[in-house]
């Protein structure tokens, strides 16, 4: 399908890692974005140069929709880059709590009750959510892989996962059968290379995900340094915290990162550093459940990319990354006692470039000619973004779920103006989601 988004505001990131905003429009044949032009305007006004132009690609001639954007923006989708997707059946269910219990009492019973069919809908439900959010692809742990990435492909979403093995369920052997089977089964699903944590799995298990790292030259990626009480129990284990056992096991050889990433030692930034490792920060669900402030700020500092994440709706509870987005760059002023540090700007590449780049999604990342047609469209016209001071800092400190106008994936709007055009009546899925979570004991 050819479309043409026209009178439109479109925000280009820059290689500089800042943000360039044209007024003009854009192309997409298919799923690929193949032209883009317009004029200059400022990131802080709405007011342009008209003797400077920008041109991209090759302009179509014949389109199938066309579309006035009335002066509001495209932009990249965010890359939502932790998730446990199906956990939306525990939503608001186990709230109050610290995560050793939290997790150990009442999410893991819950959890075993879980079956394929369950997930799949679960799954579905979570993406409707994303959607909302403008969010175009997440980064999943969780149960049942083939499942998850069939819910995704059934509704033209776009899914990463990596695997929560652990102690308490799967072995080695099906990690790798997951991973070739989900690798193989659509251009919308990927499967890494992973497990859930230190502290729920054995060393014989985490010598096996290594070793498939290795065989499959896969990133790694697992739950690391969230909490104080993790790391200072991996240190009595092995003398080590979660970044240095998981190194000197050979885990980081083709990259990878971990998730929160809150209590980190000095090494362990170093570490990070020379693996060009990917720091993915989970701010909501690190206060609600009291993990701590993930160092953001030194990160920053040393060069390590960061990523966001909402976690899985059970421990957050809501899947809204302009939430994330707010609380990434708020926290870290908070804990440097610097209110210049991590500013709206690097907030929003974290959100959409680096979260793309730790999924493996190099084709996704920004709005370039070439680029995978992964677009919301924002809503300028409403209060909270304005007056138009700076578009940029609007979208992350005042910007939230109301201005997202749609979400298109791979080239198809999967939601528009609050409707939802995924294949799945959305009463059925909250009925199913609702049935789930009644017959638990």
Sequence with gaps: ???????????????????????????????????????????DSCEFDSSVSYEQGTPCQEFDIQRDLEGNL???????????????????????????SWLFDQ????????TEDDVYWLDILGIMEYLTSGI?????????????????????????????????????????ENYNIVNEMSDLSSFIIGFHAEYTTSMEIMEGVADL?????????????????????CKERWGKTPTELTDDLGMYRFGGGGYHCVHMSP????????????????????????????????????DIPVAIGTDGPASNNCLDM?????????????????????PAEDALYMATVNGAKCMGLNDCDKLAVGKKADVIAIDLKQPNMQPVNNIVKNIVYSG???????????????????????GFDREEVYRRANEIIRRMK
């Design 1 to 43: 399908m050819n479309i043409k988004f026209y009178n439109a505001l479109i925000l280009l990131t820059n290689d500089d890692k800042t943000f360039t905003i044209i007024k003009g429009e854009m192309h997409i044949i298919d799923n690929k974005i193949s032209y883009i032009k317009g004029t200059p305007v400022g990131v």
């Design 74 to 100: 495209l932009m990249p989708g965010f890359k939502n880059a932790h998730t446990h997707t199906a956990m939306t059946f525990l939503r608001s269910y186990a709230d109050d709590l610290p995560l050793q």
């Design 107 to 114: 999410v893991f019973p819950k959890e075993e009750q879980l």
């Design 136 to 176: 175009t692809s997440n980064f999943d742990m969780y149960f049942f892989p083939p499942k998850n990435a069939k819910a995704s492909i059934d509704c033209g979403f776009r899914t990463v996962q990596t695997s929560g093995l652990n102690n308490f369920g799967g072995s080695v052997e099906q990690l790798e």
């Design 213 to 233: 790292c290795e065989k499959y030259q896969s990133p790694m990626f697992m739950h690391n340094s969230e909490t104080m009480k993790e790391v200072e129990e």
């Design 267 to 302: 090494n362990d930034f170093e570490i990070f550093k020379r693996a060009g490792l990917y720091a993915v920060t989970n701010p909501a669900s690190n206060l609600k459940l009291a993990s701590g402030v993930a160092p953001i700020n030194k990160y920053l500092q040393m």
């Design 322 to 342: 302009f939430r994330e987005m707010f609380l990434t760059t708020a926290l870290a002023k908070v804990r440097e006692g610097d209110a210049s540090c991590v």
């Design 400 to 422: 939230s779920k109301q201005n997202v106008i749609f979400t298109m994936v791979d080239g198809k709007i999967l939601y528009d103006c609050g409707k939802f055009n995924i």
